[in-house]
């Protein structure tokens, strides 16, 4: 790779389900976001390469009754942006629910509370469309077969063009199972470009699928098909649901992700041209590439999400998101730096999945080291806290306060299909109350934990494999936890926090 070159995945973490607009010589992204609060997370670049998290457009999941507790596979499915009207608009679909937007002025807001389009089970992967050329407006979305008993298929309807409400029943415009071969048609972005309605949209499932396009005359069909990206020869497994954007001075691009198990859905930059036939090509004639040159666009300095966290005055950075909504109190702000987090009572505390109250950021794709310093204050018996690898299965390393007063190191973990975590190994004193807590993290999102409690670092446990959720990648994980009881049961101060390339 040299400077004139860049390599994939352009975002190498869990930004799942990506769609990207142009406005002026920006790009922005947003993604899936499930049921961790904020949602819709909003990055910023100007050279489709070096990403930057600015914002999330979605504060708080409603309805909120719906999300005191983790749904970690509900919420914010497969978002679509577009700006239209001086506004940036972000549809979704909540497979509860039904279809939701919100829109905002400017990207960092404000944006309206989440407006319910459509009511309905199994509504998923909205995308609308504003037809400069008629004034009309469109919405293409597909279907959940758990909530709905419907998949393999598109529906499309007439859309207000205040982006308020659908004006009709809609009608299927792409049944997947009328082409040969195809199954879980998902995912769909909607297009007009050189006179033809197009879709962008995935088939054959998230870890062996491809990339469709679907072009016709007129938005409600006939559609021709045809299969744009394929793994073929590379190692790029399933390349999957994205989004085209296009330069100021004319180049095509396409974002899309890549499954890969704990790492969740990564996202991989794709050149694109338009063939001889009118068809988009994508990648190196079909194929995902792995190494590129740059888009034609000025040169910017190399950008990522952040990850550290110093938590000033005891505020944490746009990285980090709740399992859940979250609760005033569960995080103190203060004069130093450092997160304090209460200690909050649960019967739920030998389980960090059913937990709400865990402050969670994603798993890096590549190796790296995870650290941070944790001093446990509360005075209460049982009460906890700790650094977390959650997934299916989950490890937590960290400080427990026993009965008698001591605090000692902990290194706890649950496999997938237990329904309460065990010591991964001995727990020993921690005399000051504090402790270094390091996770590192190999190939194959294999985590080996250690910990300084001031005699220097020592490794405890075995290797934990990282494991996903449904749909969701694993997640690295703050908390502090106490009992069921009354009163306040004190705090955990985490401060330092780092993640570093191995």
């Known amino acids: ?70 749904r970690h596979d509900c919420g914010v499915w497969a978002p679509s942006i577009r700006h239209h009207d001086d506004r940036f608009w972000i549809f979704w679909g909540d497979p509860d629910q039904g279809v939701f937007q919100v829109n905002a002025p400017a990207i960092r807001g404000p944006w309206t509370r989440p407006h319910l389009v459509k009511e309905g089970k199994g509504l998923i992967d909205p995308c609308p469309l504003w037809d400069d050329e008629t004034g009309e407006a469109y919405l293409v979305h597909a279907w959940a077969k758990s909530r709905s008993g419907i998949k393999n298929r598109l529906t499309g309807h007439r859309m207000h063009p205040d982006g308020t409400e659908l004006l009709d029943e809609g009608k299927v415009i792409v049944d997947g199972d009328r082409i040969p071969g195809w199954f879980t048609l998902e995912g769909p972005k909607l297009y007009k470009h050189d006179g033809w309605f197009w879709i962008f949209a995935p088939a054959g499932g998230v870890e062996t699928g491809w990339q469709g396009a679907f072009r016709s005359r007129g938005f409600f069909g006939p559609y021709e098909e045809k299969i744009v990206l394929d793994q073929e020869n590379t190692d790029v497994n399933g390349p999957h649901q994205g989004g085209w954007v296009r330069t100021p001075s004319g180049e095509d691009w396409f974002l899309h992700f890549q499954q890969r198990g704990a790492y969740g859905r990564v996202v991989h930059l794709q050149p694109m041209r338009w063939g001889p036939d009118g068809w988009p090509v994508l990648g190196d004639d079909g194929a995902p590439v792995a190494v590129h040159r740059r888009p034609d666009l000025p040169p910017q300095p190399p950008t990522a999400p952040a990850t550290d966290d110093d938590f000033p005055g005891g505020r944490y950075g746009r990285q980090w998101q709740w399992t859940a909504n979250p609760h005033d109190g569960w995080a103190t702000q203060h004069s130093g730096d450092g997160l304090r987090l209460t200690c909050v009572r649960s019967a739920d505390t030998h389980d960090l999945r059913k937990l709400s109250n865990v402050l969670t950021q994603r798993l890096p794709g590549m190796p790296c080291t995870v650290e941070v310093e944790l001093r446990l204050d509360s005075e209460e018996a049982g009460a906890r806290a700790g650094l977390a690898v959650l997934g299916d299965a989950f490890c937590w390393i960290g400080l427990q306060r026993g009965a008698d007063g001591t605090v000692h190191l902990v290194h706890r973990f649950a496999e997938a299909v237990a329904e309460r975590e065990r010591d991964a190994d001995h727990p020993r004193p921690a005399p000051e109350g504090r402790a270094r807590l390091r996770i590192d993290i190999g190939p194959g999102a294999r985590c080996r934990f250690s910990y300084d409690i001031g005699e220097g670092p020592r490794p405890t446990g075995p290797v934990f494999a990282a494991t996903p959720w449904r749909w969701v990648g694993a997640l690295l994980g703050l908390f502090a936890l106490a009992p069921v009881g009354k009163g306040h049961a004190g705090a955990a101060t985490f401060t330092q926090f780092r993640i570093s390339a191995s």
């Open 1 to 70: 790779m040299t400077a004139q070159t860049y390599r994939n995945p352009v975002l190498d973490a869990d930004w799942s389900d990506p769609d990207v607009v142009r406005v002026g010589d920006d790009f922005y992204l947003t993604a899936s976001s499930f049921g961790r609060a904020p949602g819709l997370p909003l990055l910023h670049s100007r050279d489709l390469v070096n990403w930057a998290l600015v914002g999330h457009a979605l504060e708080r999941l409603e309805p909120e009754e719906e999300f005191t507790s983790p």
